[in-house]
């Protein structure tokens, strides 16, 4: 026996720890290096070493200049974000982030989401103003250079909009890829000033009980937030992923609240009214307050609820052959850590606990990991996640039962479609190509 059939044999008496199967996330460990060669297909024969290295131009001459603001190469053009509006007609631009292509726990600026309802301002940082008035005792002003003298903070977070996977509120599963699908949530780091630091020094009238915070743009969207929340840890945000803010997202500031419906995370924010009854915006009213299925409306719901759906593999991404794979995805909640993901690869009938790489922060992306051994029969990998205030993931068959469908005839399904955030289920077929499936 050599060592690869050797390393293959022991891949076999691997024992799943659920059907079809998921491995436990140690199987990698436990077999050792030459295990991994076999699962892979990357194991050298020694002869053989000498003629994998050969000097390619880039080994020979010296490089490029080093540019002054680095970036990346340029082989990897096609990690892009998907545009609905790509001529930027007078209508709402979105740009979804490509996550089937990216993997770690932060996006990439250039690769956050972004909506946009009449395009991204160009502003100049240095006549923008952040004003706080209405029920305070002392109404504010702020220049950017104003806030930058107030102690800062940064967190990890997410911004999900509301619509985001609203695809999969269609009775029929959409054949598409996780960027289209599910491509309306981002996560950075976030560094501002504390939004309760702001309002201690204006002084909060005990009337106030809501703040109306409005944005430069020419919609000047506007959004009702609780006191209680700006309070808590909402912030505005100066910095994203260490940089200023992309303009996408709102240069030079913008409101951030850990968690909620990115709708309400004002960009560009200039205005905080503080008030005793929400401004009944027209985000809030119409918009963002889609009709459930008893003709109420889901009005002033801001939580990003627990969620998780798998990027690797997934739609456009098809598996070479049967053998070890690593699946992959992200977790979040706007509650605040994830707990725990549980992996199935038979359509919900077993489930795996995936790893989740630590550190786990509150209201921000989580990664979940486990390895499989795919058979090249058929599959249907899910995942299902849980947050520290042991709330979880609903199946799709629980979600539609209390918020609908989008089956109707026009107008319901254009109010239906928000707060998605079921159980995703990619079936994985004979040849390795990968479909969107209801299980
Ligand atoms: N001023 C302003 N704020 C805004 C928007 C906007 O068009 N104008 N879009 C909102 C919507 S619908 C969402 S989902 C989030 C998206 O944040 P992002 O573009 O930074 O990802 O910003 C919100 N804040
Ligand atoms: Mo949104």
Redesign the pocket.
Known sequence: MTPSDRAKQELKNLQPVAGNGLLHRRAFLHGGAALAGAITGYALVPPAFGQQLTDESWSLAPGVTVPDFGVRSRFEKNVVRTLSNPKGEPR?QHARTPHHLLNGTFTPNGL???????GDPDIDPDKHRLVIHGLVKQPLVFTLDALARYPMESRMAF?????NSAPLFSVEPIQASVQALHG?V?CAEWTGVRLSTLLDEAGIDPKAKWIVAE???P???SRSVPLSKAMDDAMIALYQNGERIMP???YPM?LLLPGW?????????RRLQLTETPGMTF?ESRTYAPILPGGKAYQFYFLQEVKSFITHPSPGLALKGPGFYEISGIAYSGTGRIAKVMVSADGGKSWAQAALQEPVHSKAFTRFRVPWRWDGGPAVLQSQAWDEAGYVQPTRTQLVASRGETTRVPPVTAFVSQHYNAIVSWSIERGGEVKHVYA
């Open positions: 709402t956050h989401f972004v909506i946009s309802h009449a911004v999900e909009c509301g619509g309306l981002s944005g430069a743009d919609p000047h969207l996408g997202n709102g913008r419906e990115g709708n309400i995370n004002v960009k560009w924010v985000y």
